[in-house]
């Protein structure tokens, strides 16, 4: 497998150089897929939930039971 390589261009001459990355630019752009990934699954994570409360907030209204704060925060703006 070739090393990864970032394109540099100079854009008072129009040069166009492709360099290698270092080690450190290759963990760093790791780093930030990995984070990229937790953070795309929290943000499911958190619209699963409300999904979840909207739905049992909507089934107690139906029931006529009384709503939690969380519950009613979703529907009352």
Known sequence: MSNPTKLVINC???????????????????AMAIQSEADRVADEEADAALVQLKNSARSKLVAG??????EAATIVF
């Open 12 to 30: 008072a001459t129009g040069t166009r150089e492709e360099i290698p990355l270092t080690q450190a630019e290759i963990d760093e752009r790791e």
């Open 65 to 70: 039971e009384p709503l939690t704060e969380e």
